[in-house]
């Protein structure tokens, strides 16, 4: 099995840690916390644990790092694994500014390493059937993809709501439509702590002429999870609060002007709910990373999309501050 060193157990980073452990060697474990170093050393006998990050790179026998700590050490602990030849994952964003994620896929690349960013979403199954609807073109040509990522907290203090809940909804609609955007725009307003944006709206215009709009807010009174896809043939609901009908396709477009009164009629046909896996999005990620470990980082894909996601996040951040479009 692949040897893997993980870093990071505390908040998402013990669900990350306990699919690594069902899936590889789990060689190392690194926190910084004495009480979770105990609870892992008792947990995972067979690990080491450890504080210090340089005890796993400079382990030769591990042949990957898993990174789940706090979004401000991830670029210089991913950046440290990439230089010591270890294969990474590191959850989302790999890095704040686009320079660093730019350096740390030249890196990967250089010593031909797997660099793989933690875009969950991309992993479930519900959005897979949603990517699957778009690429066969069930829904016709796409004109506008809108995500809704709202709730009463988690309220942050090392990042804002654009960079704590933007990046899901974002990677999701970079990849559905397989473009970078031409302009990028962003609104927001810190209410809470000064500089840290609580409430975002965020809008991206594509080359192909194709639109997209994202809400994300940690002060609203409903929890959503939701995205949207308007075709010109049929618009598809993923809803990831709901227990059962997670995606739904609506047989709804515009149809015609009317003869009459010249206003657009509509049609509207059936209502469907395909039937969707219930595998867990974050063992198919890493199953996918470890994968990747075997075989080799192929194309660097993933990488490559990573840097796309931290590029229009960077784009979104200078039209925060500057009121302008990016």
């Keep these: 099995m692949t040897r893997v060193a993980h870093a990071g157990v505390g908040g998402w980073g013990k669900n990350v ?24 050393a008792a947990r995972y006998p067979a690990a080491r644990v450890t504080a210090s990050f340089d005890d796993l790179i400079s382990d030769d026998t591990v042949d990957a790092v898993v990174i789940a700590t706090p979004v401000p050490t991830h670029f210089a602990l991913a950046k440290t694994a990439l230089e010591a030849g270890k294969h990474v994952f590191v ?78 909804d974002l990677s999701v609609i970079l990849w559905l439509l397989g473009e970078e955007p031409s302009e990028a725009v962003a609104h927001g307003v810190d209410y809470l702590q000064k500089g840290i944006e609580d409430v975002v709206f965020c809008f991206l215009r594509f080359p192909s002429g194709k639109i997209a709009h994202m809400h994300l807010s940690w002060l609203d009174p409903h929890k959503m999870r939701k995205m949207t896809v308007v ?6 609901v993923f809803d990831d609060m709901e227990l059962e009908r997670k995606v739904t396709v609506y047989e709804k477009a515009p149809w015609e002007p009317s003869e009459t009164s010249g206003e657009w009629r509509t049609r509207t046909g059936g209502i469907y709910s395909p039937k969707i896996a219930i595998d867990e999005p974050l063992r198919l990620e890493l199953q996918h990373f470890l994968q990747l470990v075997e075989d080799g980082p192929g194309d660097f894909r993933e990488a490559d999309d990573g840097l796309t996601v931290v590029r229009t996040l960077d784009r979104l951040t200078t039209s925060l501050r500057t009121g302008a479009p990016a």
Excluded: F
């Design 17 to 40: 840690a306990r699919v690594v452990g069902e899936l590889a060697d789990l060689a190392w474990i690194c926190d910084t916390d004495p009480g979770r170093q105990a609870e892992y």
């Design 231 to 236: 075709g010109r043939e049929k618009m598809v």
């Design 91 to 168: 959850e989302k964003p790999p890095a704040m500014r686009a320079e660093e994620m730019e350096e740390l896929v030249a890196l990967a690349k250089s010593a031909n390493r797997v660099l793989m960013p933690g875009h969950l979403l991309l992993y479930h199954p519900g959005l897979r059937k949603v990517k699957e609807l778009v690429d066969a073109g069930e829904l016709g040509d796409v004109a506008c993809v809108y995500g809704n990522r709202q709730n009463l907290g988690v309220i942050r203090s090392n990042e804002n709501a654009l960079w704590s809940l933007g990046v899901h």
